[in-house]
């Protein structure tokens, strides 16, 4: 018995707003639909994701993974129409189909439904209207209406698949959502408890609402890192991954990368992991001149693997020269790629010592990170 869920995620997200669309957004550190297909691993046999044409690069950008990803349409019904056609080859009994926008979606959620699932044809959550309701076609109230009865519908909708394919493909005007689609075919189905948690992300705000909630169970952790590497011989320093060519030469075991060292130990710190050092002991042959991202990159596979991920990384380097204000850009980008966030959430800044102490003689550079990684 094959349990399939189609997560739609082929739409734009006007109503939210934003550089991207709405699934594509960060919340608390993961994208939004990295979230929404985590919430159904444990409860489903195949997972199709509805992706807008357009999105193919983002969705590999991300390296996020499903059994099967198709085309979305232009309306959400389309989309799930490719989606009930994409997984019809796995056989499923059961369909349940999610927003990619209701990231925040419990397993109980999830299990509601599908026990539901085993006696009847169509279930979805839902939650029973507790506000007064009005009617008004401009400022005045004109009426009140009713709100027995009324019940404010989520996702996942789940199905008998055979019967919801056949339901969506017969169809042939607009629906509002799945359960009409059903509804209207004559599947009957039945309501089980929503979740006030289970929120749509609609409009911009709704994304502090969702951290909000997430927060409610977040692991955050602080990290800092400081580092020296003294000047010698030499027509470069390699500094946040970025060769510059300078007069001198920092010295060191590695690639003497003083400011990737310091971000580094301020993930290892954040995580009570120990530091460079613990990890890449000087002693060891195999390290020497390596390049430092190896490190950083150990580090952000650390995290990962105690289920943290890097919200954000504060480094400042302290030095006379070189000047770090043209190369800011490129070292972001660069710090970016190693540790898989987007640039925005680097900061590289500089400052001098004013020529006093090691820094101000110009016998080494200095720097110093902080780290945020949480876990939700
Ligand atoms: N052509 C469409 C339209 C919507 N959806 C998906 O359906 C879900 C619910 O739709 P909605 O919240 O209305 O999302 P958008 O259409 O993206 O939002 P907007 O109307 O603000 O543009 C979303 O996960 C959205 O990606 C889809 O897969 N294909
Ligand atoms: C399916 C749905 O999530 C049920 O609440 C919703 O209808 C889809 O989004 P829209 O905002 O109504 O377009």
Same mark, same amino acid.
């Given at each position: 018995m094959t349990t399939a869920t189609i997560i739609v995620a082929a739409g734009r997200g006007k109503r939210a707003g934003g550089d991207l669309p709405k699934q594509w957004q960060m919340l608390t550190g993961k994208p939004v639909l990295g979230r929404t297909i985590d919430a159904f691993r444990e409860q489903t046999d195949v997972i199709c994701v509805v992706l807008h044409p357009d999105d193919h690069d983002i969705w590999n950008t991300f390296g996020l993974e499903a059994d099967a990803v198709v085309n979305g349409g232009a309306t959400r019904d389309e989309s799930v129409r490719a989606g009930l056609m994409a997984v019809k080859d796995h056989e499923p009994s059961k369909v349940l189909v999610h927003d990619a926008a209701r990231p925040l979606v419990s397993k109980q959620t999830i299990q509601r439904v599908l026990d539901a699932l085993e006696e009847?044809?169509?279930? %979805?959550?839902?939650?029973?209207?507790?506000?007064?309701l009005w009617r008004s076609e401009g400022k005045a109230v004109e009426a009140a209406v009713s709100r027995d009865h009324l019940y404010r519908a989520q996702t996942p909708q789940g199905f008998n698949y055979a019967q919801i394919l056949e339901a969506h493909l017969d169809r042939k005007t607009p629906a509002t959502d799945d359960v009409e689609v059903a509804r209207d075919a004559g599947m009957s189905v039945q309501i089980v408890d929503g979740d006030e948690n289970n929120l749509k992300i609609t409009m911009a705000a709704d994304f502090d609402r969702a951290a909000q909630i997430l927060g409610e169970n977040m692991d955050i952790r602080l990290g800092n890192g400081y580092d020296v590497h003294r000047f010698g011989d030499g027509d470069h320093v390699v500094l946040c991954g970025v060769k510059i060519p300078h007069g001198r030469g920092l010295q060191g075991h590695s690639d003497a990368d003083v400011s990737m060292h310091a971000v580094t130990d301020a993930v290892y710190g954040a995580l009570g992991q120990g530091d460079i050092g613990q990890h890449f002991p000087p002693s060891d042959p195999q390290w020497k001149g390596a390049a430092s991202h190896i490190f950083l990159e150990h580090?952000?596979?650390? =995290?990962?693997?105690?289920?943290?991920?890097?919200?954000?990384?504060?480094?400042?380097?302290?030095?006379?020269?070189?000047? /770090?204000?043209?190369?800011?850009?490129?070292?972001?980008?660069?710090?970016? =790629? /190693?540790?898989?966030?987007?640039?925005?959430?680097?900061?590289?800044?500089?400052?001098?010592?004013?020529?006093?102490?090691?820094?101000?003689?110009?016998?080494?550079?200095?720097? /110093?990170?902080? %780290?945020?990684?949480?876990?939700?």
């Amino acid at each position: 018995m094959t349990t399939a869920t189609i997560i739609v995620a082929a739409g734009r997200g006007k109503r939210a707003g934003g550089d991207l669309p709405k699934q594509w957004q960060m919340l608390t550190g993961k994208p939004v639909l990295g979230r929404t297909i985590d919430a159904f691993r444990e409860q489903t046999d195949v997972i199709c994701v509805v992706l807008h044409p357009d999105d193919h690069d983002i969705w590999n950008t991300f390296g996020l993974e499903a059994d099967a990803v198709v085309n979305g349409g232009a309306t959400r019904d389309e989309s799930v129409r490719a989606g009930l056609m994409a997984v019809k080859d796995h056989e499923p009994s059961k369909v349940l189909v999610h927003d990619a926008a209701r990231p925040l979606v419990s397993k109980q959620t999830i299990q509601r439904v599908l026990d539901a699932l085993e006696e009847h044809p169509g279930a %979805a959550p839902a939650l029973p209207v507790t506000d007064a309701l009005w009617r008004s076609e401009g400022k005045a109230v004109e009426a009140a209406v009713s709100r027995d009865h009324l019940y404010r519908a989520q996702t996942p909708q789940g199905f008998n698949y055979a019967q919801i394919l056949e339901a969506h493909l017969d169809r042939k005007t607009p629906a509002t959502d799945d359960v009409e689609v059903a509804r209207d075919a004559g599947m009957s189905v039945q309501i089980v408890d929503g979740d006030e948690n289970n929120l749509k992300i609609t409009m911009a705000a709704d994304f502090d609402r969702a951290a909000q909630i997430l927060g409610e169970n977040m692991d955050i952790r602080l990290g800092n890192g400081y580092d020296v590497h003294r000047f010698g011989d030499g027509d470069h320093v390699v500094l946040c991954g970025v060769k510059i060519p300078h007069g001198r030469g920092l010295q060191g075991h590695s690639d003497a990368d003083v400011s990737m060292h310091a971000v580094t130990d301020a993930v290892y710190g954040a995580l009570g992991q120990g530091d460079i050092g613990q990890h890449f002991p000087p002693s060891d042959p195999q390290w020497k001149g390596a390049a430092s991202h190896i490190f950083l990159e150990h580090a952000v596979a650390l =995290a990962a693997e105690h289920g943290f991920s890097i919200s954000n990384v504060d480094c400042t380097l302290v030095c006379e020269y070189p000047k /770090i204000g043209p190369h800011q850009f490129k070292m972001k980008a660069k710090m970016a =790629a /190693i540790m898989g966030i987007s640039s925005d959430r680097i900061s590289v800044k500089a400052t001098t010592s004013e020529r006093l102490g090691f820094t101000g003689r110009e016998e080494g550079i200095a720097s /110093i990170a902080t %780290a945020t990684l949480v876990k939700t």
